[in-house]
């Protein structure tokens, strides 16, 4: 609908253009049918996900038949609408698949994801039936797995999303339920899952993928144990390093034509796991620091020392993660360099400051000066990285980016304003501060604006 108008609006507009000598009568129609080969291609994801919603409401549907009915059906009744039901959903979706309509390939699509659901629910059903008692999460697995089986043999983006979410359902449980420190396996069939992704261009099926990273990430430090708390400060810089990495391989995509499509979805996810991890470096307690909730006599910071160290394992993926965005950094300052860009180069700077800032961390001596360094170099970054966010967005349009930077800004602050550590008259000195930062900020990208518009005015009289 919104295309629609879009298209319309051109086509009143566009005539103006040509009389002031803005567009050529032969890009004319150039313009216009760009503009509805895109619309064209937004249409399509109307059906699939209406598909995708009848699929999934018609597997609940079959889900709750067999609740509803499990003791009055006979065993051989009940095998036979399981597996049959599934069988006829891969059916329809390979006379789907095999046809060259688009509605019967969007039908299609939507019978693999019925075929997987009612997969596991086979899975899950004939285990009860015949009461067989194992490692449940395996069930899961095995769920995941038959969806991957799927998705390398007949590519159904849809399938590889729930795929994905199966995989993060088990390795939860395993983390959850089962005292997984950090359960490696599920790197493992990521990977096989994302391979196809990448490679065919799914941008869901990505988004999906680095979700689910973050989701893996996030399990594995609010569930780490309690004797090890101390250790939550190098995960956190492990997880916002990969972010980082991460958003910067997707700049990185730009320039690989087969990637390029999937460029704006990895930065922008990735981008937004980094946030949130940066996030709670706020907190003194994450850093052990004890401000504010002490006492002169109870505390002496020339005995105090961190809570725990990083230990080989943890400094060795901070290295690895600061090592390859500082690679990365460096391989785009190089590239923005030759074009002159100051904004770009200065935000490849600070991310290879946070990098660095992060890989020096662990290798600190541990005491208290060493810790209140650290905790204001780390966070100092995060605000400047802030602030060209915003800065950078501006100018370049990526709304995106800004409101990403405020939102971290603002939770940021309102974090700040609550913590028990700070009295009535730092909090009001704390939030004073920060509107001030952010008023002064607008004043000069308004003024730059005011500048860059002149500047125009100028060059076109």
């Not at 915003?390 to 974090?415: I, N």
Request: charged share 15%; proline share 3%.
């Amino acid at each position: 609908m919104w295309d629609r108008a879009f298209i319309n609006r051109l086509r009143n507009e566009v005539p103006d253009w040509i009389e002031k000598g803005w567009v050529t009568p032969s890009g004319e129609a150039a313009i216009i049918g760009d503009a509805e080969a895109r619309a064209a291609q937004g249409i399509h994801v109307i059906p699939i996900a209406l598909a995708v919603i009848g699929a999934l409401t018609l597997g609940a549907g079959v889900i709750l038949f067999f609740a509803a009915n499990w003791d009055e059906m006979p065993k051989i009744t009940k095998l036979i609408v399981l597996f049959g039901s599934m069988w006829i959903a891969y059916a329809i979706a390979g006379r789907g698949l095999s046809g060259s309509a688009r509605a019967s390939g969007v039908i299609a699509h939507a019978m693999l994801l019925l075929g997987v659901i009612l997969f596991g629910a086979n899975i899950h059903l004939i285990a009860q039936i015949y009461h067989i008692d194992a490692h449940y999460p395996n069930g899961v697995l095995m769920w995941s797995l038959g969806a991957l089986v799927l998705v390398w043999a007949v590519p159904s983006q849809p399938a590889a999303v729930a795929g994905i979410a199966l995989a993060t359902l088990w390795s939860g449980m395993e983390i959850v339920e089962f005292s997984q420190q950090v359960h490696w396996p599920f790197l493992g069939v990521w990977a096989l899952f994302a391979a196809p992704a990448l490679y065919r261009g799914w941008k869901w099926a990505t988004c999906a993928a680095l979700v689910s990273l973050g989701v893996w990430c996030f399990t594995i430090i609010i569930d780490w144990p309690y004797d090890e708390r101390g250790q939550s400060l190098y995960l956190l810089q492990v997880f916002t390093l990969l972010g980082v990495a991460v958003h910067l391989a997707g700049r990185a995509m730009q320039n690989i034509p087969r990637l390029a499509s999937l460029s704006t979805v990895v930065r922008r996810t990735a981008l937004i796991g980094a946030l949130f991890a940066a996030h709670f470096f706020i907190y003194v307690g994450v850093h052990g620091l004890p401000w504010y909730s002490w006492t002169g006599r109870d505390f002496n910071a020339e005995t105090w020392a961190r809570a725990a160290e990083a230990g080989p394992g943890i400094i060795a993926f901070i290295a690895v993660f600061a090592l390859a965005a500082l690679a990365l950094a460096v391989e785009r300052y190089r590239r923005v360099a030759a074009a002159h860009s100051r904004r770009d180069m200065a935000g490849i700077a600070l991310a290879g400051l946070a990098a660095a800032v992060m890989l020096a961390n662990p290798f600190m001596p541990g005491r208290y000066a060493d810790a209140v360094l650290m905790y204001v170099a780390i966070n100092g970054t995060f605000f400047a990285v802030l602030v060209w966010m915003v800065v950078d967005g501006y100018r370049s349009g990526e709304r995106f980016q800004v409101y990403s930077a405020f939102v971290a800004y603002g939770t940021g602050m309102l974090s700040v304003y609550f913590m028990d550590f700070f009295t009535l008259m730092e909090r009001s000195l704390v939030v004073m501060g920060g509107g001030a930062v952010l008023i002064a900020g607008v004043y000069l990208l308004e003024r730059q604006r005011r500048q860059t518009d002149t500047a125009r005015a100028g060059g076109a009289s």
